[in-house]
């Protein structure tokens, strides 16, 4: 045997169902080794679920259109220009920042627009497209 699961003494009554998966790796001497351990975990199952609103996320990818990325920067332009005027009569940092991020943010959600949330990882990626897609199927194929 060369592959093994390696735990401390105090432990080793805590390992539940230890399993060798063979063939997941195929061209080696080695098999993949998985066991659970009882109680690791224990306190996060008993956490309360706290229920979250639907995120937005800005569609940055839209930037790589120069038309998009000009009607950006004078967006970003007339907001920075707005906060000069009101960081010099205020001194507090946080309400600086503040002023900055909500700028920011305003430009680029004006000009790009936003998406809500969603799963669909490959979709949404730049890399992702059809021929990358036919790649792929194409290697699940063989």
Not at 35 to 53: A, D, E, K, M, N
Not at 61 to 70: A, F
């Amino acid at each position: 045997m060369i592959d093994f699961i390696t735990v401390n003494e105090r432990m080793r009554s805590a390992v539940v169902d230890p399993r060798v998966y063979r063939g997941s790796n195929e061209g080696t001497d080695h098999y993949l080794v998985l066991c659970r351990i009882r109680g690791l975990f224990r306190r996060w199952r008993h956490r309360t679920s706290v229920s979250t609103t639907a995120l937005q996320r800005i569609r940055i990818e839209r930037l790589q259109d120069e038309d998009v990325k000009d009607k950006c920067k004078c967006r970003l332009r007339e907001n920075i220009s707005n906060l000069d005027e009101l960081c010099v009569n205020e001194l507090d940092l946080e309400n600086v920042w503040h002023n900055v991020k909500k700028g920011l943010v305003d430009a680029a959600t004006e000009v790009c627009g936003v998406s809500k949330r969603t799963n669909e990882r490959k979709d949404s990626t730049l890399w992702w497209d059809d021929e990358v897609r036919m790649e792929f199927e194409a290697k699940k194929r063989a």
